[in-house]
Nanobody, 130 residues
Framework: VQLVESGGGLVQAGGSLRLSCVAS????????IGWFRQVPGKEREALSC????????YYADSVKGRFTISRDNAKNTVYLQMNSLKPGDTAIYYC????????????????????????WGQGTQVTVSS
């Protein structure tokens, strides 16, 4: 699938943004989707991932309780609702997808870059001012 992120921008600390990741292609229902972020000089960090069901979710400790991931399969879209944003959340945010060949598990909750079906979006900038 091809992925396109949107919804980034500039927001003050304490504010909210909702990112969208729209996928093109078929069988979106079979894909696990993840949100990652990266700042210059650091590795890309997995923030939140979702399996084929809204019940199958993962959150990194850094965003747990503030970010919420959800998916709308009818719209081929996964959302990341980000609340209580902090300056430390400033980064480029990427979504990624992997077609699941077996059941989603919390042991491996996020799309695997080594998977044949893996793909990245182009990223969207999020800037949180203090």
């Amino acid at each position: 699938v091809q992925l396109v992120e949107s919804g980034g921008g500039l927001v003050q600390a304490g504010g909210s943004l909702r990112l969208s990741c729209v996928a093109s292609g078929s069988a979106f229902d079979d894909y696990a989707i993840g949100w990652f972020r990266q700042v210059p000089g650091k590795e890309r960090e997995a923030l939140s991932c979702i399996g084929v069901s809204d019940e199958d979710t993962y959150y990194a400790d850094s965003v747990k309780g503030r970010f919420t991931i959800s998916r709308d399969n009818a719209k081929n879209t996964v959302y990341l609702q980000m609340n209580s944003l902090k300056p430390g959340d400033t980064a480029i945010y990427y979504c990624a997808a992997e077609r699941l060949l077996s059941l989603w598990t919390i042991a491996n909750p996020c799309p695997n870059p080594l998977a044949t079906s893996f793909s990245w979006g182009q990223g969207t900038q999020v800037t949180v001012s203090s």
